[in-house]
């Protein structure tokens, strides 16, 4: 049994990631248009170009895309470059609905530009993972670390998680109670 998720992008994502593009095209613009010689303009435009397309392909690439439930492992399957993350049910000890605090600080990662993937930080939640593509359908996963994903049909996710988790703790108990 495989069950799959979609990770739908929110209206604040969508217009993070239009501005950012429209930011990269005035820049270019800008370096090109200056008054500086053409050499040194070319140079800086295509610099410019490398690292601000660079940053939005890492970002593209990172963006989850969907989550996948098994009876192994809660998959998070990415866009392009980067392999997908495996949390084994195994380590998940609890699956719940949250609601994001207002008061929250990116420590390393993405935060806007197609999704929110990265280490984050809040007083409520302390230090969690996050690879979420809006605010409004998250689920916190618990276990030796703590991941907050978005997908789409949350109440369906958490069933699935749930029925996994319960099947791998009866299968754990039968064991103990074998002779």
């Known amino acids: 049994m495989r069950v799959f998720y979609p990770a739908p992008p929110d209206r604040f994502i969508f217009w993070v990631t239009w501005l950012y593009w429209v930011f990269v095209v005035l820049a270019l613009v800008t370096v090109l248009s200056a008054p500086l010689p053409r050499a040194v303009?070319?140079?800086?435009?295509?610099?410019l170009a490398v690292v601000l397309i660079g940053m939005g392909l890492v970002c593209w690439g990172l963006q989850p895309r969907i989550y996948a439930v098994s009876p192994e492992a809660v998959v998070i399957q990415r866009r392009a470059f980067f392999p997908p993350?495996?949390?084994s049910v195994a380590s998940i000890t609890a699956a719940r609905a949250v609601e994001l605090p207002w008061l929250i600080a990116r420590l390393w990662g993405v935060a806007g530009c197609y999704s929110n993937t990265g280490w984050f930080w809040s007083p409520e939640m302390g230090i969690f993972w996050m690879s979420s593509t809006n605010g409004h359908h998250l689920v916190l996963l618990e276990g030796t670390r703590r991941v907050v994903i978005s997908p789409e049909d949350r109440q369906g996710f958490l069933t699935a998680v749930d029925e996994v988790r319960r099947g791998i703790v009866r299968a754990e108990d039968d064991l103990e109670t074998e002779p």
């Open 41 to 47: 303009a070319s140079a800086g435009a295509v610099s």
């Open 85 to 87: 993350v495996r949390l």
